[in-house]
Nanobody, 127 residues
Framework: QAYLVESGGGLVQPGGSLRLSCTTS????????VAWFREAPGKEREGVAC????????YYHDSVKGRFTISKYDAANAVYRQMADLKPADTARYYC????????????????????WGQGTQVTVSS
């Protein structure tokens, strides 16, 4: 059974940094687009970053541009997301998801476009 495992979440103060990791089980990332989504209480799940199967292109939600960086390492079957200058509005449960080639759709990707998910990791930004 194919699935993803996220790690690296936690409690951080505003302005702090975290690195989230996403690793695979049961499949390889070489031919997969991978996206990070987040879901805050009372809000819809939204995409924050997406990376194509060849480690490019990369797409970011406007609210995280310049602060979040997504990277993909096929040899390690891992995707990382470095988050800097975190804000309370970034508080959410973060999920990584994988799909076939091209699923970032030029940045217009949606949760329904991704069939394989992890269980998520909680990020809380608070002083």
């Amino acid at each position: 059974q194919a699935y993803l495992v996220e790690s690296g979440g936690g409690l951080v103060q505003p302005g702090g940094s975290l690195r989230l990791s996403c690793t695979t089980s049961g499949f390889t990332l070489g031919q997969s687009a991978v996206a990070w989504f987040r879901e805050a209480p009372g809000k819809e799940r939204e995409g924050v970053a997406c990376i194509g199967n060849d480690m490019s292109p990369k797409y970011y939600h406007d609210s995280v541009k310049g602060r979040f960086t997504i990277s993909k390492y096929d040899a390690a079957n891992a995707v990382y997301r470095q988050m800097a200058d975190l804000k309370p509005a970034d508080t959410a449960r973060y999920y990584c998801a994988a799909a076939g080639v091209g699923r970032c759709y030029g940045g217009h990707y949606r949760p329904d476009d991704f069939p394989t998910w992890g269980q998520g990791t909680q990020v809380t930004v608070s002083s």
